[in-house]
């Protein structure tokens, strides 16, 4: 049974705290571009390569800092585990970032203002009753790509036109009712997370460059 004083305090929202972040201030936040691509292009690339995709739950692993897993810890902690955080996820092999480049295209590039030679491509997809806890993002996979501790820009990106039940949040702003190629920064030690208690998946796209 849950401890009644863990309905307002928990090991999580320490967290938040103890990382200098209140979640009740208000953050500013604009769509950044509106990219233009077919979607279905990215629905048929998961379709052929769907045994190919990287599905795990949301959980510690060996290459992210210890703040990274720390949330991930807190967040299983609180309820998250394999049956409500698995996701398909495309773009950590360097043959499967190629192929993602090439789908979205030059121009995509150019409206982000990032360099393609310097960027990674994740394509993700939560099928209904999945979700990513509230978290904020590391960027140990892009470092470790191109072995740099640079810190790049990330972009999150509504692949598919917004379903009932889907959501994305950044900080205190939720997101809904998108259309295909819609795209918000998510900036730097933002909190975020994102869901599908719909009924169609949801596909996204994360990038991250300079």
């Given at each position: 049974m849950i401890d009644r004083s863990e309905f307002t305090e928990n090991q999580f929202t320490k967290l938040i705290r103890k990382n200098g972040q209140n979640l009740s201030d208000h953050?500013?936040?604009?769509k950044h571009a509106e990219l233009?691509?077919?979607?279905?292009?990215?629905?048929?690339?998961?379709?052929?390569?769907?045994?190919?995709?990287?599905?795990?739950?949301?959980?510690?692993?060996?290459?992210?800092?210890?703040?990274?897993?720390?949330?991930?810890?807190?967040?299983?902690?609180?309820?998250?585990?394999?049956?409500?955080?698995?996701k398909r996820d495309w773009g950590r092999k360097p043959?499967?970032?190629?192929?993602?480049?090439?789908?979205?295209?030059?121009?995509?590039?150019?409206?982000?203002?990032?360099?393609?030679?310097?960027t990674l491509i994740r394509l993700l997809c939560y099928l209904p009753g999945n979700m990513l806890p509230v978290h904020i993002d590391g960027y140990e996979g892009w470092q470790q790509f191109y072995q740099t501790e640079e810190i790049p820009k990330r972009f999150s990106v509504?692949?598919?036109?917004?379903?009932?039940?889907?959501?994305?949040?950044?900080?205190?702003?939720?997101?809904?009712?998108?259309h295909s190629g819609d795209?918000?920064?998510?900036?730097?030690?933002v909190w975020h997370c994102s869901g599908n208690a719909g009924i169609l998946p949801k596909v996204t796209l994360t990038i991250t460059g300079l």
């Open positions: 953050l500013p936040l604009e233009v691509f077919n979607n279905e292009d990215f629905y048929t690339y998961m379709y052929n390569d769907w045994g190919s995709s990287s599905c795990q739950p949301y959980d510690v692993r060996p290459n992210m800092d210890d703040f990274s897993n720390k949330q991930m810890t807190y967040a299983r902690d609180l309820g998250y585990h394999s049956g409500n955080t698995l043959t499967e970032n190629s192929a993602l480049k090439e789908i979205l295209g030059l121009n995509n590039f150019k409206l982000l203002d990032i360099n393609p030679d310097r509504l692949v598919n036109d917004w379903s009932w039940g889907q959501f994305l949040q950044i900080h205190d702003n939720v997101i809904t009712n998108w795209t918000y920064v998510i900036g730097e030690n």
